[in-house]
């Protein structure tokens, strides 16, 4: 387990912005692909966007593309996911996701990849 700590989410009316940050710890941030989930009330949990280790690879869910942008710092061991045009169906809590680096591990997009998890952070978006 790779332990990870997200933060920024928030209440914002629709149209708004905010973003998030994941805070890993470990010496292999670096080296992993990253990414965010979201789980909505009554909802199974769903992908959103990752990012590989060096960011030369980014997959974004439909639902989110042209409005989310999702960055790395690897200096800072920081994930990011800049969040615009925010709408009431984007509200859920938001999962920071790593998967461990290894022979043609590049990006993910499913839950079955993942080998850690943040502790998630509240998104509300309200119209």
């Known amino acids: 387990q790779v332990p990870l700590v997200e933060s920024g989410g928030g209440l914002v009316q629709a149209g708004g912005s905010l973003r998030l940050s994941c805070a890993a710890s470990?010496?292999?941030?670096?080296?992993?692909?990253m990414g965010w989930f979201r789980q909505a009330p009554g909802k199974e949990r769903e992908f959103v966007a990752a990012?590989?280790?060096?960011?030369?690879?980014?997959v974004y869910a439909d639902s989110v593309k042209g409005r989310f942008t999702i960055s790395r710092d690897n200096a800072k061991n920081t994930l990011y996911l800049q969040m615009n045009s925010l709408k009431p169906e984007d509200t859920a809590v938001y999962y920071c996701?790593?998967?461990?680096?290894?022979?043609?591990?590049?990006?993910?997009?499913?839950?079955?990849?993942?080998?850690?998890w943040g502790q998630g952070t509240q998104v509300t978006v309200s119209s």
């Open positions: 990012i590989s280790w060096s960011a030369d690879r980014i």
């Open positions: 470990g010496r292999t941030f670096s080296m992993s692909p």
């Open positions: 996701a790593t998967r461990l680096p290894g022979p043609g591990v590049v990006i993910f997009t499913k839950e079955q990849e993942i080998d850690g």
